[in-house]
């Protein structure tokens, strides 16, 4: 019985949702690394390092609310909740710095810290300023996310997720559920698209 | 744009968008979620994190037990050197107490007594019982 729980997680919930202690400290254990892991993941795209102190005080938050506002009978799909958890997390840190850091919350992820000039190179047909012109940077910062809001949906994600967020082809597939090749041609298609829209931009701008 | 409630606003539930990283979702509904995020910054960046914290999780799992025993190995340690040397004998037992101490502190089961006790309060009387009725039960047993 010991390894049915320790592979599915639907008979362990099912436990928990009697109040079984022993399956809930089961869960705790199995859990209670990967809630480390979200939320220094989450935490360090602001520049943020937790001390394990904080860290802990989130986990004791999110395991006290599963617990007591029994959260896991709202779960429909049992079979693995690593994903939920990781979700909580990290929103459950950013919740919890919000109060403290309330200045380094509000701009997100910026945008030329996480693009390497080679790829901006490539998107803009007219060159891109040097590393120390800061307002030409915003500018063209700014004129690239207006280009991105205008594509479809579908590649504005694609389009994020690889710019952005920095994923290689096949992490983007992998999160989108799609092959490789799709992603890649997708890609394509949308950079097309930005160059074609930001070269629009500059003409109108003169 | 298939559903307007999520490019308009209303963010996806936590338990949700999990469903869509596991792949778990309808056609319609991973349409859905897909068109949110593709618009909303945070969601997209709550579901990338997870994304890629499940994924270093999964990758490294053994470890964070390590360093919670150590406190009980030498406090193994210690007592069992309080018998050797006799002339330390109350040093050595104080070291056992305190590494103890320290080992009791740091495990999990602790902290997740101290959670429960916490629901208790909360959750009176009802929520008293069920849980001592449950504890009544020898754990290691029932797994």
Known sequence: MEECLQNNDRYLIEACINKDLAAWSVLVNKYSGLIYVSVENRLKKYGLDASSHDIEDIKQNIFSDIWTNGKLSHIVNRDDISYWIAILSGNAAIEHFRSREARLLNNAVSLSHTIDDKELGEIFPSGIPGPNDELARAEMEESLELAIESLPASEKLIIKLYLIHGKKYHQIAEFLSLPTSTVSSHIKRAKEKLKEALKDNMRGEI | MTDLKYALGAH????????????????????????HIACCDSCLESAVSAHESVKKFKKGKPGSMKRINIFLLLAIISFTLSFIFRDYFLQFLTATILLGAKWISDAKSTKMLVMIYEAWKKGGEKEASRILSSLDKDPKNRL
């Open chain 2, 12 to 35: 996806p539930k936590e338990s949700e968008l999990a469903d869509y990283l596991s792949n778990t979702l309808t056609n319609e509904r991973r349409k859905g979620v897909e068109d």
